[in-house]
């Protein structure tokens, strides 16, 4: 059995940084593409970025690309998303995804998903 396990979620000031970690065990890490999405209050959950198993391909939304930097580290099982300027509207509970193939922006492409952590920034 998958379990992704995600951490690092807080309260932050727009324009400060936090780092989400996930981590991963029940399977072999560096086969698989991980991916990060968010869901705002109210809101469909969408895609943040994703990266491939070896981490050499990496995919970002446009909203955060240039402000979130994703990356693993696959002998800690562990997927990373750096998060620098902060904007309120990044405001969500982030979910970590894993899948067997490709970094696909697609949440419907995911199979095992993490339980989310919580992230606020304020104005």
């Known amino acids: 059995q998958v379990q992704l396990v995600e951490s690092g979620g807080g309260l932050v000031q727009s324009g400060g940084s936090l780092r989400l970690s996930c981590a991963a065990s029940?399977?072999?890490?560096?086969?698989?593409?991980m991916g990060w999405f968010r869901q705002a209050p109210g809101k469909e959950r969408e895609f943040v970025a994703a990266?491939?198993?070896?981490?050499?391909?990496?995919v970002y939304a446009d909203s955060v690309k240039g402000r979130f930097t994703i990356s693993r580290d696959n002998a800690k099982n562990t997927v990373y998303l750096q998060m620098n300027s902060l904007k309120p509207e990044d405001t969500a509970v982030y979910y970590c995804?894993?899948?067997?193939?490709?970094?696909?922006?697609?949440?419907?492409?995911?199979?095992?998903w993490g339980q989310g952590t919580q992230v606020i920034v304020s104005s």
């Open positions: 029940g399977r072999t890490f560096s086969s698989y593409a």
């Open positions: 990266i491939s198993g070896s981490g050499g391909n990496t």
């Open positions: 995804a894993t899948r067997r193939g490709y970094a696909s922006d697609s949440g419907a492409r995911y199979d095992y």
